[in-house]
């Protein structure tokens, strides 16, 4: 450890994710050369932030209804009458699509006893919202429309008794609600994000495959095993030498985070650089012994613009595309994105994916991970429907899913971590987290901000 | 074996069959056909007109989905399975096997 650096200055040896990147021979996007850290502290996480009954109650009390989350992509509610069921926590949300293409949602709730109109995560098409108890009808717009035996209620009008808007507002293709009325903007939520995507056409994806696993540990704690690649030497790679990627994280105001790490560049502990064609042989490797002999990168080029030209033409046949505008960066590198409190977005070309986490209603040991892989969408084709979610329990290995390809037994590395994660919070002797300050700065964020609206 | 035969119907799509006394729907999904009983087994409504998508059609009166290719509902308001019949595609069109 250094003691010439001041808390939070130091950095992984070697060169910068941003120093690796420019030596692409594509301009990787001006976000990505940015870079916003600061030392956030350096106390313990109390494990009681996801084992305690009563924190989990004030987040679902304080902090659920006051955020935005994203509740399903605009494909889902295509048409009029289409619609996806949002739960969180004991709240849920009915996203709609009016007749006049208006997306509108409403909590999931009849306005004469209270039972829920639809059921939990469902999602489908009506012409009409028809509690299944007494009959009571609401128009696609929320509206009371059809009121069996009136006479019986005079005290009840199309205004005192229509369904209960949620705010609504869409980016990037996703559909994201806030119960709280007076919540601010999304587009002031988002901070960074419109202008960090501005060239990603998020707008035009479609989602090919959606997995979503019951997980053995609290929300944040799903979340943060997403947070860092500090971990993916020892949980991804078995604790091999040179594992470690070139990673940013960076923190924005007030609810974004994200890392980027690089894949196929050089990682600079390395007592001698590898050949660009070792760094091929490396990445290579990655895809499995099925794909044959390792191509020979060309004289005057890097194995990772090389590989990045080999996987835009790939994916462009496997779905008739050309993505040879994509940069190096943007092809191949992990580049993830959390808007807090619980979703994540990867703009990358072969890394597609969205996240979603939520808790437990009832057991904050518990949590459920929404895995979202989203391709572009063909610019003539048909866009195919949003798939039914693979729903995986607590055991079930992300490998049931054929969507998830290679990356299922990557994510069972990922979960393998979380049981023994949720015992270890309850017999550790000292009593939190030791965070790193730079590679685990994401984790404090994410703290900070919880703690934000659980003391407001 | 009673069969009843019907012409393809288009992608996302229903069509309701009327046979030995049975209201059958035939569906449409993603190009394979299925036959099931034209009757939620939520409340007994018909089936016919719901949205046809993913392998599972919506009931129009509340919403209770169900696996086309099974007959199991999705959600908390329907226990019962929905009655299947097996279906085979020829040149004439589709065969719905009655029993």
Redo the contacts between chains.
Sequence with gaps: MSEKLKLGEARAPGHTYQQAIVKDASEPPAAFLETSYEFLGDGDIPYTNYTSRDYAESEFEKLWPKVWQMACREEHIAEP???QVYDIGHLSAVVTRTETMQIKAYFNACMHRGT?L???G??????SF?C?FHGWVYSLDGELVDLPESWDFPHVTGDSHSLRELQVDTWGGFVFVNFDPDAEPLYDFLGVLPDHFKDFDLENRYTETHVCKRLPVNWKAAEEAFMEAYHVKETHAGGREFSEPVTTYDVFPENVNRFIHTVGSVNPRMPEAPSEQQLMQMLWGRRGPEEGECPVVPAGMTARDYYAGLVKQQLGETYDQDFSAYSTAQTLDSIEYFLFPNFFIFPGLSLPMAYRFRPDPDDPDYSYFDLFFLRPKHPEKETP????PLMLDVEDSYTLSEGLGRLGAVYDQDTDNMAAQTRGFKTCAKRGQTLGNYQEVRIRHLHQRVADYLES | MREITHPKIPDSSSAVLEAGGRSILLCNSGGTHYAIENRCTHQESPLAGGRVRNGFISCPLHGVRFNLKTGEPIGDLARLRVKTFAVIETDDGIVVALD
């Excluded at chain 1, 469902?122 to 012409?127: L, Q």
């Design positions: 009458g289409d619609y829920a639809k059921s939990p469902d999602n489908g098409s009506c012409a028809r299944p429907f949003p798939p039914e």
